[in-house]
C-alpha cells in the first residue's frame, strides 16, 4: 500500500487557542494532530501526533524556531522539536489541561491552566517535569504575556474578569480588571491582547459582543468601551505596525472588523469567509509579534484564521488578499466513507461532527457538504441507480435520504426512535428502493427509501451494529450484533426468520461484509480484536488475528478473492490473505482509530479510508504489480484475467490475476465489444494494444495516481495535434497552451453567470462582487482588457477602471498607471498584475506571479503575450528595452524569492510584448510558456508527483522534458508506455 493523497483534518472546534507561527512556519491543529506549513510556499510540511485526546491548545516558543508546545485533555504538555520530530519535553498534568503562553524572556518558562481553573508555572529547560502551582482561579479561557514589560501576564476567565500576575511576585495577583457593564453580562473574556506600542494597554474581547480597552497604570483601567458585536465575538487583536488599530473578529460571521482605541465605532469592515471565527493570530515577525521595528510588514500583517467549518486561512490584511487556505475537512472522528457505484470520483464521507461531505477523488477537494443533520452521522451508503442519492443515519434514530446534486434532504425516516443508528445499506440491485438500517434498539429494519415505509424488522438480543447486503445474492441480509454474533436474514421469505446464525466472536460484532466475488464468503470484525471469514455453505470460518484492538472498517478486494483490508482502533490498516488468516501487508499511516475503508470496483487498486484522526487518505495498493506492468505494454489480456471458478485455494502463481468483473468488462470494452457480450473471434483479437485511449483506461484501472488521466489526455493532443473533448476541463488544472485561454474565459463566464453561485462549496457561499472580480481578473488574462475595465465599472470600481481604460485607448494614457502598479506591487497587492499588464509591463507581471509561486497563472499570462498580442506595447517613450539590467518595478526580496525567477528574468532578455519584434536570449516567443512550465514542474517534483510534473511538459508539447520526469520519479511502466507513443527515445 503506497498513500498517494491525503485531506488534512480541519480545525478543531472546541478549543480557540489552535493556531501559532513562528517567522517561518505557522501551525494548526485537529482534534490529534498537528499541521505544520512553510510560510513561503504554503506547502505542508509536517503532521505531528502524540496525544491520544483532544489537542486544547499550540504555542510556538517565541525564542526557538524549533520548539512548539502543545497541550492535551489527556493533562499532557509536550514541547516539540520540530527537526527531529519527537518530544523535546513532556508533562503529565492529572487534570485536563486547556490553555498556555510562552514567555518571551527566552527562559523556557510557561504558563498552564487546567480545566479546574488551576495555574501552574513550567521550566521546559529543567531536566525534571515539575509542575509549581501558584493560583487556583476561576475556568480560565486564555493566557496573554506583555511582549516588552518582563514577567507581567494577563489571565482571561469564563467568570468575565481578568486577572494580572507578575512572575517575580506569583503568589499574589498584581489586580483584577472587571468590565463596567458587569462581569456577567459582558460573559466569558475570550482574547486578550497587549499593545506592543505601549506598556500599560491591554484590549479584552467578551463572549457576548463586548470588547474594552484597559490602562493598567491608571486607578480607573477601562478608558474606552467599544460597539458591541451582536452575534458575539470570537476574537481581538492589535494590527502589528498599525499603532491604535486593531480587529475584532465575529463569532457568527466571516466578518473582520477594523477599530482605532480613539473611537467607539468601527472603522471598516470586510468579509473574508462564509463561516464565523473560531481563532486568529496574526503571524509572528522576525523580530517580535508587533515590533514596529520590523522589515517585513507583509509578515507582520498576515493573519492566521481559522473558521468554523474547519479551514484555515492566511490572509494579508494591508493587500485584503487570501494568501492559503485550506481545503473544509472535517473537524471530528470520520465514521464511514463509501463511492457512489455510478461515479468512481464521488467519494462520501461521514462524521462526529454532524456533516456529510462529497469528494472528488480526482482533486480531493470537497464539492458538497450536507450539514442538516442532527446528531453524529455514524454511516453512508449510496443508491445503487442513476439518481445521486445518498442514505445516511445519526445518533438521533433517523435515517435521511439526500439528493446530493439538490444538497437537500428528500426523505427523513424516523425509523428508530431516539436510539442511535450505526450503519445503513442500501440493497445494491439496480433501482432498488430497500434501505437496511442496525440499531442499539436491537433491530435491524428494512424500509422502502422512498416512500419510509417499514418493509421488514427483525429483533436481536441485544443492539445491532452491522448490517450489508449480499451484492451476489441481493435478497441476503447479514447483520452484526452486540452478543457476538452473526445473522444471515433471506428478505425474499415472507416470515422473518434468520437463515443463519454463526457463533465464535467472543465480544460485539461491529461490521460485516459480504465478498464481492464469492456468494458464499462473509467478513465480520469484533471488538475481540479478530475478524472472521465464514463461509455460509459449510458453516466454516477463517480466524483473522493480529490487530491490537478494537476491529472496525472492512473492505475486500473486488478483483483478488483471498484480499481482505481492516482497520482497527490500534491505528493500522491490514491487507489479508483470507485463506490462510496470514497478514500480508500493515499500514501504520494513521494516527488513531481506523473506522472507514472503500474501494470502487472500476478502481480496483485505488482504496480510501478514514480515521478518529480526521484525515482521509487514499491509497494504492501495490499487489500484482506484475499484471499491471504487463498490461501497459499492451500484453494479452487472456495472460492477466483469471477464471473465478478455478482460482487457487492455497497461494500461488496465479494470486496475481485478475478475478473481477470490472477488469474483464474493460478487456472487452478495449476489444471493441460491450461489456457482459460475448467478443467475436479467439480470446485477444481485435484488441486495441499499445493506444493511448487503452493506456488511459488501463493507467485509470491499475495506477490510480493523481494526475494519471491528464497525462494521457495531454499526451493524446502532443501525437494527433487536435485538442481532446473538455480538454480545458482536466481535474487537475494542468492545462495544454492551446487551452489555457479558453479555461480561462470558460472560468470567467461562469464566474459571471448565476451558475457561477453554484458552482461548489467553496464558490456558491461567494458574493456578486468577489466572483466578478476574480471574473475581471481573468478577462485581463485573457487579453480582453475592455471586458474587464467593463466589470469594474460594474462593481463601481472606477480607480482600477481608469488605470485600465489606458490599455484599449492609449489617448488616455499617462504615468499614474504606472505609478499606481509601482505602488501596488509594494504592498505585495496581487492587483498590480492588472495594472502591469493593462500598461504593457508584462514582464513584471510575470515575475510577479512567479514571486509569488503563482506559475499556472503566469503560464496563462505568457502563453497570451507570446501567442496572441492580447496584451498592448507600452508608448515609445515609456518602452525602454525588457534587458536584465533594466530596474524592475517589483523588486522582490532576496529572502523571499522564489526559485526561478531571477532566471526567468534573464532568459526573457531583449524580449518585446505585444507584437513588436522579439530578439532575446530565448530567440523566439515560443519558447517563453515553456519556461514557465517547467518553473510549475519543478514545483510538482518538489511534491513527489512526477506524473503531474510531466503534464506540465506535455502541455507545452514537450514529449522529452515529461518522460524524463517519469524515469526520474520512478514511474518507469508510465516513462516506457510515453515514450513508445510519442516516439520519444527512451533508455531504462
Known sequence: MRQIAIVPAGSQQWSPHILASCPTHFAYCSSLAIYIYNLETFELEKIIAGHERTIYALAWSPCDVNKLASCSSEG?????????????????????????????????????????????FVNTLQSQEVLSPFAKLGRITCIEWHPTTPGLFAVG??????????????????????????????????ALNWDSFSTNFLLAAYKRGHAILYDIALPKPQINVFARESGGLASIAFIPGAPGSFISAAERSGVIKQWNVSQASSTSQRSIHTHGFRAIHFIQSPQGQGSPQSADLKATQTLLAAFTDGTVMAYN??????????????????????????????????????????????TMKCIEMLSEHQGIVYSVSWAPGDEPLLASCSSVGELYIWNVSKRQVKTRIPIHGEKRIFRCSWQPAGGSNKLASASEDGTCSVVDAHTGETLQRWRHPRAVFGVDWSPLRPDLLATGCGDGAVRVFDTSRRENQCVATFKGHTARVFNVLWSPLNPNLLASGSDDKSIRVWNIATGTCVKLEGHAH??????????????????????????????TGGTLYIVEDHHADVYGLASHPERPFLFASTSRDTTIRLWQLEYGMRPRMRSLMGAPWETILGDLAQAPAQPDTKDELLYGRSSTDLSRRLRGTAPGTTPAGPPGSGQVTGSLETLSAVSDFFLPTLGTNDLWKLAQTCSTGQLCE????????????????????????????????????TTRFLKRDVRLRRAAMLHLQTGDIRKCCETLAELGDWDKALALAPGVSMEYWSSLAERHAAALSTDDNEQAVAFYLASGNVKEAIDFLVHHDRLTDALTVSKVAT???????????????????????????ASASAPGVSALTQSLGNVQIGGCGCDGALGGHVQLPGDVAALLAKKYNARSQPILAACCFLSVGNPERAVQCLMKGAEVE??????????VPYCD
Not at 519527537?86 to 498534568?93: D, I, K, N, R, S
Not at 478486494?557 to 485463506?579: C, F, Y
Open 157 to 190: 476567565c469564563e467568570d468575565g474578569t481578568t486577572v494580572l500576575f507578575d512572575q517575580r511576585r506569583l503568589n499574589k495577583p498584581v489586580r483584577k480588571l472587571i468590565p463596567s457593564m458587569g462581569a456577567s453580562e459582558a460573559g466569558a473574556v475570550v
Open 867 to 893: 501567442a496572441t498580442g492580447g496584451f498592448p506595447a507600452k508608448p515609445s517613450s515609456a518602452n525602454p528595452p525588457l534587458t536584465p539590467t533594466a530596474t524592475p518595478t517589483h523588486t522582490p526580496t
Open 974 to 983: 508510465i516513462a516506457s508506455a510515453l515514450a513508445q507513443q510519442l516516439n
Open 317 to 362: 490584511m494591508r493587500a485584503d488578499q487570501t494568501l492559503f487556505q485550506t481545503t473544509p475537512g472535517h473537524t471530528e472522528t470520520i465514521f464511514d466513507c463509501k463511492f457512489r457505484p455510478k461515479n468512481a470520483n464521488w467519494l462520501a464521507t461521514s462524521s462526529f461532527d454532524g456533516s456529510i461531505r462529497i469528494w472528488d477523488v480526482q
Open 726 to 761: 473538455n480538454a480545458h476541463a482536466l481535474p487537475n488544472g494542468i492545462l495544454h497552451e492551446n487551452c489555457l485561454v479558453q479555461a480561462a474565459q470558460a472560468q470567467a463566464r461562469l464566474l459571471e453567470s448565476a451558475r457561477g453561485a453554484a458552482s461548489g462549496p
Open 550 to 579: 478494537y476491529v472496525r472498517a472492512l473492505v475486500w478486494s473486488t478483483e483478488h478473492p483471498q484480499l481482505l483490508l481492516s482497520g482497527s482502533w490500534d491505528g493500522t490498516i491490514r491487507i489479508w490473505d483470507v485463506r
Open 76 to 120: 499532557k504538555l509536550i514541547v516539540w522539536d520540530l527537526q527531529t520530530e519527537q518530544q523535546a519535553f513532556c508533562l503529565v498534568h492529572e487534570r485536563p489541561a486547556v490553555c498556555m503562553a510562552w514567555s518571551p524572556s527566552g527562559e523556557g518558562i510557561i504558563i498552564l491552566a487546567d480545566e479546574e481553573g488551576g495555574l501552574f
